[in-house]
């Protein structure tokens, strides 16, 4: 990473993306939200947001604060408000799903906490959105790694411009009409959440990253641009389908089918692409987080097929749970704890390390995990994502609640690993910390800034 700074609150992102992820596996086992209410029921909804606005949007936020300098090789501009939109982002998500939990009961003080939920993390990501999109504005043209996030970054806006509407809908602060938008709206709102802007952009970080550590040629992506063409069809046809569904004009569902076919190419595109850069890579052995996730790529692919399939047969309705859960938490959750498992060594090894390299002996990156524990943890996690999944398919709440505690327990523990990391608990006392080093905190920036 020549010449990147490291971000000063990617770690605290991170922190707060993990608390929201086991707060949500916590109610999953409990058996609060789906299946033991309706996926529209406002327990499930508590449930989602904590998963997505709260796990997903955090982690990706961290991660682009870090790496879209890597992505176009210049500085990151407007990074001093990154911690208000932290701020705003942790308010506006506790509010958001107080407000959803304060719904199902019945309380009256429900409304105002959606709109203060609603209000606050639309600033923050909006905020998240103007730092990366000034960087990237700066560094034009863009390479095709960061085309990616400029695509995700369209697609953010529009999910939260769809989200504060319902919000706004279900507090009652909109007119009565607005509501029949409500059962079209909300798939197009999770379609441009979790496939427009986590999706595209996981893909456009992963075409540099995957090669970076997996010390593979930049030229082994040939297909990349053709991913970026087909995201940018599915999305303007999810964008379409807004449209037409607000307008109530004809045509949304022939603009979503399309955009099906667009993605469903795309990964076509994105799978041999991956193919060819694990095939070229330089790395003879897998590190434990490439391994991690290979089967996080797998849930993609297998999410993405089930789900063409669900919809060719007519199996969508009953089936589009279990799929969601097996692309939310196979593929994009999974995903996560596997680059997490190699970029908070790797960051906590450059702010730790990064100001005495060359002139005394440190450990490698490497030296800061147990591999072999871990291994154990990302088995458990997956295979807990499998069996849940299949048991929402089979209509088995009992065995869906089992599989999620299985989940439950191995993201306890690689939450643990990262602690651990963060203490740099596998390095020896004696080679911890080499005169000049800085001892990492928890979550927190340290007071010295580090440049890799």
Known sequence: MPGASLSRWTMSYFAAACLFLLMAEVLLVAGYGYPGAAIEAPPTLAVVHLITAGWFGLLMSGALLQFVPVLVAKPLKGGGVALPALIAIVAGETGLVLGFVAMGGGADFAAPLLSFGALFLSLGYLTVAGIVGVTLAGAWPLPLP?????????????????????????????????????????????????????????????????????????????GAGKVWLTGAAAIALLLAAVLLSVTDLA????????????????????????????RARRRPKLELNSLASIASFAALFVGAAWLA?????????????????????????????????????????????????????TPRVQDLVREPR??????????????????LALDLDLVFRTAAGLQLGASLALVAEFLRTRRLMEIAPDRRLPGGAIRPNFFLPSLQPTRS
């Open 309 to 361: 399939v669900a919809a060719a047969t007519g199996r969508l309705a009953s089936d589009i749970s279990a799929i969601v859960y097996l692309l939310g938490f196979g593929w994009l959750t999974g995903l996560g704890l596997a680059k997490l498992y190699k970029i908070v060594p790797f960051l906590t090894w450059l702010e730790c390390y990064g100001p005495v390299l060359g002139r005394v002996p």
């Open 146 to 222: 960061a085309r990616f996030v400029a695509l995700g970054l369209i697609a953010l806006v529009a999910t939260l411009a769809l989200g504060a509407t319902f919000a706004l809908v279900l507090s009652g602060y909109l007119p009565s009409a607005w509501a029949g938008f409500l059962p079209a709206g909300l798939p197009l709102h999770a379609a441009l959440g979790l496939g427009g802007w986590l999706t595209v952009s996981a893909v456009g970080v992963s075409y540099k990253l995957l090669p970076m550590f997996l010390l593979a040629p930049d030229g082994a992506s040939a």
């Open 374 to 391: 871990a291994r154990a943890w990302f088995l458990l996690f997956h295979a807990g994502v499998l069996i849940a999944a299949l048991a």
């Open 251 to 278: 045509g949304s569902a022939i603009a979503l089918t399309l955009a099906l076919l667009f993605s469903l190419a795309g990964l076509g595109f994105y799978m041999v692409d991956l193919l060819t850069i694990y």
